[in-house]
């Protein structure tokens, strides 16, 4: 299982996440945050902008490709 490390942006606080069990992320235009929908219909809003979850999740997958 690969996580990523993101941060809810009500709370402040980190949020770890199995990239495996991401469906969906995009800017809520209301808020401007993130939002992060998962499989299991739970959704988080989230301070990282989509670009960086982007690059977090390619990093994960590319770091369990070394292993």
């Known amino acids: 299982m690969n996580f990523i490390e ?3 942006s ?3 606080t980190p949020i770890y996440v199995n990239i495996e069990m991401i ?3 995009y800017v809520d235009y209301y808020d401007g945050y993130t939002t992060l ?3 299991n219909g739970i ?3 989230i301070l990282e902008k989509t670009e960086k979850v982007l690059e ?3 990093n ?3 770091e369990s490709n070394k292993k």
């Open 56 to 58: 977090m999740i390619d």
């Open 43 to 45: 959704s988080y809003s």
């Open 37 to 39: 929908k998962l499989n």
């Open 60 to 62: 994960a997958l590319h």
């Open 23 to 25: 469906c969906a992320f």
């Open 10 to 12: 009500e709370f402040n």
């Open 6 to 8: 993101l941060t809810d």
